[in-house]
């Protein structure tokens, strides 16, 4: 079984010999002959054919499309089966390009909602976070406070033809943000999608985010959809360099007073063959702080330096995940940094301190990756080291040294990754509880128990599940781990204080004679579209007579105080 493919430009796309595949959700562009098989049998869906001198060479395999797009290829060759499948001598109006992505569909496309739902069951799930629509491109000067959501439709509905990319809702090219606030979360309430807000970096040698002045990036996602940033490459199909050739690539540059927060965020970094850098500091590139939690980023070089006298960058790496973080990463010079319960597996890791600010690390696993620690020590201690080459200097008391550990995914449908403990050498071994660490609400194990008030468990944490969704205790709509905002806020985005826009009665005052039955209507306006409170009041003019007690029902969320009496004195107010 083959899923999620690419072929461009090749001899022959699929060529096999005796045996039955599966073929699902691929992209065959300028593949010359396409299938050339012999007593073979392929079951094809959402396949999408642009060109070729042959799609089938061979009569002697059997091919079955479903929900396929198969254009412009000069002879067809044998197809036992197509359903809801087009089949199109031309190419012309079937696709729109943008950047390297040549196969989107147009808005208009009769292909978009014309396949079927009867297609492999985990490829129909896949696709309702995959997408046909292309991305807007952003090159913008952002100079006002700004949100970044999901824009382009993920595919919910009834399946369109041919292959789904992987969704990019910005595609951004040196969008400059300067004096301003960029905000990135998952719900877009106008278009009524929630899900991970993708952002993929084009062109070089600008960074594709770059904040100057007082400009401040704050991104949070949540466990389920986490934020993405990656690079065009790893998305799109066509093999070249969109907005030119480069020798390095950064996805967000700093030259700002400001500050950087991210929390569930997940940095997929191509490997190009040349530096790729998520963030860059140095003594011309800075920023006043970088919060990081929560997250997990994927190769790519974190380079992160600063000599100047003016100022301290604060770097703050609280529960992620670094995986295989390219040939180096490096925390140098006059910045101020504290890293608790974060996994560093493989990759290099350079930590060089000049000693101006106190470095704290504790409660991290550095599992097979190289350490090399210069510089004044860091405050460490309870951390662990899985078969490393190094360690920080001078060890704690509590560290733990282990030959091998074993990791573990969590079982279909409740789980959010594949670093779950096995072993149980770091259970409770932390440095302080885990309600301390804010890790009360999260676990290490596949059965999703939290670790509530125990000693916190060394390395990375996942929030507990239940039933595929973090666990929501008092069933208000706020899961457990983000109940709290007042203790649990990591960005200025995710603390500001919920409002509430009346839809009906269009104005905040409405009149009415007694007895009617009114109905309000309001949108929540918190950063991640979380669900609000508002207090209903009833009032009536002095100089009317007392009448029976107000009645306010909530007929969506909770009450939680009672109606109270009017009275001269008193207004009958009730929350919900």
């Known amino acids: 079984m083959i899923s999620h493919a690419q072929l461009v430009g090749c001899q022959t796309g699929i060529k096999p010999s005796n045996t039955d595949f599966s073929l699902r959700n691929a992209l065959f562009s300028g593949v010359l002959t396409n299938f050339n098989g012999t007593s073979s049998t392929g079951r094809c869906e959402q396949v999408t054919v642009d060109g070729g001198s042959w799609l089938n060479y061979n009569s002697a395999m059997t091919l079955y499309f479903t929900n396929s797009l198969l254009v412009a290829v000069t002879n067809w060759g044998t197809l036992s089966l197509t359903n809801s499948t087009a089949i199109l001598s031309s190419s012309t109006g079937v696709f729109q390009s943008v950047g390297a992505g040549y196969h989107y569909l147009p808005?208009?496309?009769?292909?978009?909602?014309?396949?079927?739902?009867?297609?492999?069951?985990?490829?129909?799930?896949?696709?309702?976070?995959?997408?046909?629509?292309?991305?807007?491109?952003?090159?913008?000067?952002?100079?006002?406070?700004?949100?970044?959501?999901?824009?382009?439709?993920?595919?919910?509905?009834?399946?369109?033809?041919?292959?789904?990319?992987?969704?990019?809702?910005?595609?951004?090219?040196?969008?400059?943000?300067?004096?301003?606030?960029?905000?990135?979360?998952?719900?877009?309430?106008?278009?009524?999608?929630?899900?991970?807000?993708?952002?993929?970096?084009?062109?070089?040698?600008?960074?594709?985010?770059?904040?100057?002045?007082?400009?401040?990036?704050?991104?949070?996602?949540?466990?389920?959809?986490?934020?993405?940033?990656?690079?065009?490459?790893?998305?799109?199909?066509?093999?070249?360099?969109?907005?030119?050739?480069?020798?390095?690539?950064?996805?967000?540059?700093?030259?700002?007073?400001?500050?950087?927060?991210?929390?569930?965020?997940?940095?997929?970094?191509?490997?190009?063959?040349?530096?790729?850098?998520?963030?860059?500091?140095?003594?011309?590139?800075?920023?006043?702080?970088l919060l990081i939690r929560d997250s997990e980023l994927f190769q790519g070089d974190l380079f992160l330096y600063f000599s100047k006298t003016n100022n301290t960058p604060s770097i703050t790496l609280v529960n992620n995940q670094f995986e295989n973080v390219g040939h180096v990463a490096a925390l140098w010079g006059r910045i101020k940094v504290d890293a608790y319960n974060n996994l560093f597996h493989w990759g290099e890791y350079y930590f060089i301190g000049d000693g101006t600010s106190v470095w704290t690390a504790k409660d991290n696993a550095f599992d097979n990756c190289a350490i090399s620690d210069l510089g004044t020590p860091w405050v460490n201690d309870y951390n662990a080291y899985i078969n490393a080459s190094g360690t920080l200097q001078s060890e704690g008391t509590h560290d733990i040294t282990l030959t091998n550990f074993t990791y573990t995914a969590g079982p279909t449908g409740n789980s959010l990754g594949n670093y779950y403990h096995l072993s149980t050498n770091l259970v409770g071994q932390g440095s302080r509880t885990a309600s301390a660490a804010i890790l009360s609400d999260y676990t290490v194990n596949t059965n999703q128990i939290k670790e509530g008030a125990t000693q916190v468990d060394i390395g990375y944490h996942y929030v507990a599940l239940t039933n595929g969704v973090p666990f929501d205790s008092d069933a208000d709509g706020i899961p457990d781990y983000i109940q709290d905002r007042s203790t649990q806020c990591y960005c200025e985005l995710s603390c500001l204080a919920p409002s509430v826009t009346l839809l009906t009665p269009t104005n905040t005052q409405f009149f009415a004679q007694s007895p009617t039955n009114i109905v309000l209507t309001s949108r929540p306006a918190t950063a991640t579209g979380r669900s609000c409170t508002w207090i209903i009041t009833t009032a009536r003019p002095k100089s009317a007579r007392p009448t029976a007690p107000a009645i306010i029902t909530c007929l969506s969320g909770q009450m939680s105080a009672p109606a109270t009496t009017p009275s001269r004195r008193r207004r009958p107010t009730t929350t919900c």
Do not use: M
Not at 145 to 165: A, E, K, L, M, W
Not at 166 to 195: F, H, K, M, R
Not at 216 to 245: D, H, K, M
């Open 107 to 289: 808005t208009s496309s009769t292909n978009r909602n014309a396949g079927t739902t009867n297609i492999n069951a985990t490829l129909l799930q896949e696709l309702k976070n995959k997408t046909v629509d292309a991305p807007p491109v952003w090159t913008n000067l952002i100079t006002t406070n700004t949100i970044f959501s999901p824009q382009v439709f993920r595919d919910t509905d009834t399946p369109d033809r041919g292959f789904h990319y992987d969704p990019i809702d910005y595609a951004v090219g040196y969008v400059t943000v300067s004096n301003a606030t960029l905000s990135i979360i998952v719900t877009n309430a106008a278009l009524g999608i929630t899900n991970a807000t993708a952002i993929a970096s084009f062109g070089s040698p600008a960074p594709g985010i770059w904040l100057r002045g007082e400009a401040n990036l704050c991104a949070e996602g949540s466990p389920i959809y986490p934020i993405r940033f990656t690079r065009f490459v790893a998305v799109q199909e066509q093999p070249y360099q969109w907005g030119g050739a480069y020798a390095s690539v950064v996805q967000i540059g700093t030259s700002t007073t400001g500050s950087l927060g991210l929390r569930f965020v997940r940095l997929d970094q191509y490997p190009l063959g040349v530096p790729f850098y998520p963030f860059y500091l140095d003594d011309d590139w800075n920023f006043n702080s």
